[in-house]
């Protein structure tokens, strides 16, 4: 992701309400962490699993945080137990914000990826999990804004599946 | 040991504190032996350290006591990382180890049965408190340090498999009903909405 859209993703997450995240660094969305890291309205919790990221994501929700949690797709299939143990389970707000590796639009896309990426909708589909995949730039904080209402309005687990633009890296790189 | 004389020695002491159970017999116990609104049982296997670390990091003024099984800290190791490496001092684990898989149908022995330490694990993984308890008076003296003193705590507390606890009346309360009982408390003491109105 460049650096233009990283700071513009988390200007829609901060305008959103979100004040928590939980994440396991990926290759895709990257940039955007240093700026949260930096950003004191940020809580930042790095975890060494995604099921543990999404189970403390869940705490802080239950204590009022606006969390969510941050990893690349083949960690959402990981983290499926605790999202679906805790997060449905309990009703919990959480806005899952994801990187489409191995989608279509994933321009770094390859052998590694492209399993989970034919199956991740079809998953999130299965579990009943509401979503939306973003692969262009413009009004990504209007999609920031919806899926973390739709996760705020359900109390459930929402994810937002960032591919296309989001995968881009501002030296143009390519798989 | 009993677990649930541990729970009863606890009981008494718990304030303000929030307190998470996960998939473990002390869930039926700790809800037999008290009413406090501050409980939050998340009966995920694996899930209840981790749960209960969201909640130390999320609301730091706050103690959290999380009430754990071996056979539940041995399915998420790599929590026990994340705690060392952000050290939550709000932050209280015990962990009830009767060496059992004691909900399997046929009790089934865990790994720290055999030869794994849960006290060794969390001090590998960089806790620096963490100790094992063979008696009630010992757990006792752990369980007031930790709602005494500030520092991450992650206690191992090594009981007998007590079939009893199946015996105990199953809760009537499901875990919707536990969230908004939860989360309207905190509400209530800190002075926030997390919920709000619908409209």
Not at chain 2, 110 to 117: E, I, K, N
Not at chain 2, 178 to 186: A, H
């Amino acid at each position: 992701m460049t650096p233009e859209l990283a700071a513009r993703v988390v200007g829609g997450l901060k305008a959103a309400g979100i004040d928590f995240v939980a994440y396991l660094p990926e290759s895709r969305l990257i940039e955007m962490l240093p700026l949260l890291e930096r950003d004191e309205a940020f809580t930042v919790v790095c975890a060494s699993h995604e099921g543990t990221a999404v189970s403390i994501a869940c705490g802080a929700a239950l204590v009022g945080r606006r969390p969510m949690v941050y990893m690349e797709a083949s960690g959402l299939f990981l983290s499926l137990y605790n999202v679906l143990s805790v997060g449905v389970r309990c009703g919990l707000p959480l806005l899952l914000v994801v990187s489409h590796t191995g989608s279509t639009g994933d321009r770094l896309n390859s052998a590694t990826f492209a399993g989970y990426g034919a199956r991740t909708t079809a998953v999130l589909d299965g579990i009943r999990i509401p979503y939306q995949v973003v692969d262009a730039g413009d009004r990504i904080e209007e999609r920031i804004a919806d899926v973390a209402r739709a996760a705020s309005a359900a109390k459930s687990p929402a994810c937002l599946l960032l591919t296309g633009e989001f995968t881009a890296t501002a030296e143009g790189q390519t798989a | 040991m009993k677990r649930i004389e541990c729970l009863r020695l606890l009981a008494p002491l718990v304030t303000d504190e929030l307190v998470v159970t996960s998939l473990t017999g002390a869930n039926w116990e700790w809800r037999y032996l008290t009413d406090h609104e501050g409980s939050m049982n998340v009966s995920s296997m694996g899930s209840g350290t981790a749960v209960g670390a969201g909640m130390a990091l999320g609301l730091p003024r706050r103690r959290v006591i999380v009430l754990e099984s071996d056979g539940s800290s041995l399915m998420d190791l790599s929590c026990l990382a994340t705690l060392a490496t952000y050290q939550p001092p709000n932050l209280k684990v015990f962990v009830f180890d009767n060496e059992m898989y004691s909900g399997s149908r046929i009790s089934h022995r865990s790994p720290t049965g055999v030869r794994t330490s849960l006290e060794g694990i969390a001090r590998g993984a960089g806790i620096e408190h963490a100790v094992t308890v063979r008696d009630v008076a010992a757990f006792e003296r752990e369980a007031r340090l930790a709602l005494a003193e500030p520092g991450l705590r992650y206690v191992v507390v090594k009981v007998e498999e007590d079939p009893d606890a199946r015996k105990l009346p199953k809760p009537t309360v499901d875990y919707l009903e536990n969230k908004y009982r939860f989360v309207r408390y905190i509400e209530r003491t800190e002075g926030q909405v997390i919920f709000p109105t619908l409209r």
